[in-house]
């Protein structure tokens, strides 16, 4: 079953309600001209998210039902699910608390299990088990077929991958090109192939780390048990 569009941008316009009575009490502490500055940049605000919000409910639901996808996002992350969810009961929408909100600061959430994959460096790593899938409206959606997703796990361990799935990343890299924050990880991928890298050999294990990325990380698990986990927690396989 299709996503409803007019339902989402809905929530979508709720939600810029919401965020415009959250800045009420910013926008009286500045003087009449500056407050009618800041509402004018609100209304263009609206705009350019409900634009943003109506391509990237499109791209989600073109999504196949039951296939993998990755999720591109800025700050060197990797996030992989699978979609499974019906139709739009199954997903919210949020808008980050700041004053002057962009795309990037819209989040659509799905009630669907997702695996945040962070990069401290080329030799240890964050694998985050989320119970929900965030996709911002500036992330790059990429499907995969299972094999994809084993392999981008292999080439996130080693920094190793076949000749086929270098020409996938390649690809990839050159549908995003154009987006800077959202390349990078791609773009990190093939330099680290690109020149001799150790594997990765310290990997932090962790649940909802964007909740709350400054948490104590005390639970490790060896790379060779990854994959598993992310079959088991995206049930794949």
Not at 58 to 73: A, N, R, V
Not at 157 to 182: P, Q, R, V, Y
Request: aromatic share 6%; charged share 25%.
């Amino acid at each position: 079953m299709p996503l409803d569009l007019y339902k989402i941008l809905q929530l979508v316009e709720e939600e810029i309600v919401e965020m415009k009575k959250r800045q009420q009490i910013i926008l009286g502490t500045y003087q009449q001209q500056t407050r009618e500055d800041i509402v004018k940049k609100f209304t263009e605000a609206d705009h350019t998210l409900l634009q943003a919000a109506e391509q990237k409910v499109k791209e989600i639901d073109s999504l196949k039902h039951g296939m993998p996808y990755l999720i591109t996002s800025a700050k060197k992350v990797a996030y992989l699910s699978v979609r499974r969810i019906g139709n739009e009961s199954n997903l919210t929408v949020e808008i980050d608390p700041i004053v002057y909100p962009t795309p990037y600061n819209l989040k659509f959430v799905l009630k669907e299990p997702s695996v945040g994959l962070y990069s401290q460096s080329s030799t240890q790593g964050t694998f985050s088990a989320n119970a929900t899938t965030s996709i911002r409206a500036v992330d790059i959606i990429q499907q995969m077929e299972e094999v994809d997703v084993e392999q981008y796990m292999d080439l996130w361990i080693t920094h190793k991958a076949s000749d086929n799935f270098t020409n996938k990343l390649k690809a990839m890299e050159e549908k995003i090109k154009s987006i800077e924050s959202s390349a990078e990880i791609v773009v990190e991928s093939l330099l680290m192939m690109s020149s001799p890298h150790q594997p990765r050999q310290l990997i932090y294990y962790c649940e909802d780390h964007d909740s709350d990325p400054t948490h104590n990380h005390d639970r490790t698990v060896p790379p060779s048990a990854v994959k598993g986990l992310l079959k088991h927690h995206l049930k794949l396989g």
